[in-house]
């Protein structure tokens, strides 16, 4: 372990991911446990452009290992993109002596971070926070279990609705640039259709699945799409859909932000805490300008250029699943 580590940073940053806080208490413990100081960083950079930093103890993070959201509080930061923020942040860092810092955050912050390393070399190791799921170098991230069985949730309650009342739903559920969101809960949830960005699925093959199920009479029907798709929104496609047959009772449902928030699950506490503990071990033995990650069940450490230069795929298996099962 290094011993010229002796005070560590630690912040959240991005779009806030259940778990956050399980893994912002696991980074201060590991570091008290090895004897170390550790600084919250408030409002991620930004809060370090400001110097909004605060020492935290064991009992500082007791009773929030349940808890959605982040403690530290999350915010973008435009400063932080200038040389000129960038330096004002690494000047607040040496008033506090702070010599590693642990982010918690998506590939938004892992960029800002390895920028920071890049100038001012203060030894980082990433987290990964995201419910996308969608950064490589890890099987998941931290809030996508959690995210997921959110949206199991709401489409299980919905497809009560629609049952009752015999009607399509179309529900959007988070992922702009990835579909594991989506492409889970819709297997989960029995959805009829789902549709991904990584799937080059046209509006025309969705709409004769749909209309297949008048030959049998089918009305109520759910199709859960990611908001990034690439063939429109739920609005546009519930749309398209009335405008060709009036045989369905259409509705839209968008879950939203409400994805995000919530206790996190026991799989997101417990690979939050491997990760925060994984984070301040792999610093402290000279990892840097890395991101921790679980591959195979096992802790794993990658390097910046793996993370930005690749993209976790979505899983083939499932979506040959999904396939069969959506007829």
Known sequence: MKDSIQKIGVFTSGGDAPGMNAALRAVVRAGIYYKKEVFGIMRGYEGMIDGDIVKLGARSVGNILQRGGTILKSARSMEFKTPEGRKKAYDNLRKEKIDALIAIGGDGTFTGLHKFYEEFKIPSICIPGTIDNDIAGTDYTIGYDTATNTCVEAIDRIRDTALSHSRLFFIEVMGRNSGYIALHSGIAGGAGSIIIPEEDTTFEQLYEKLVAGEVTSKKSNLVVVAEGSKIGGVTELARKVAERTSYFDIKVTILGHLQRGGA????????????????????????????????????????????????????????????????
């Open 264 to 327: 996190p699950s026991y799989f997101d506490r417990v690979l939050a805490s491997k990760m925060g503990v994984a984070a301040v071990e792999g610093v402290l033995e000279g990892k840097n300008d890395a991101m921790v990650g679980i591959r195979d069940n096992k802790i794993v450490f990658n390097s910046f250029d793996t993370i930005m230069t690749q993209h976790h795929e979505i899983d083939a298996e499932a979506l040959r699943i999904a396939k069969i099962l959506t007829i």
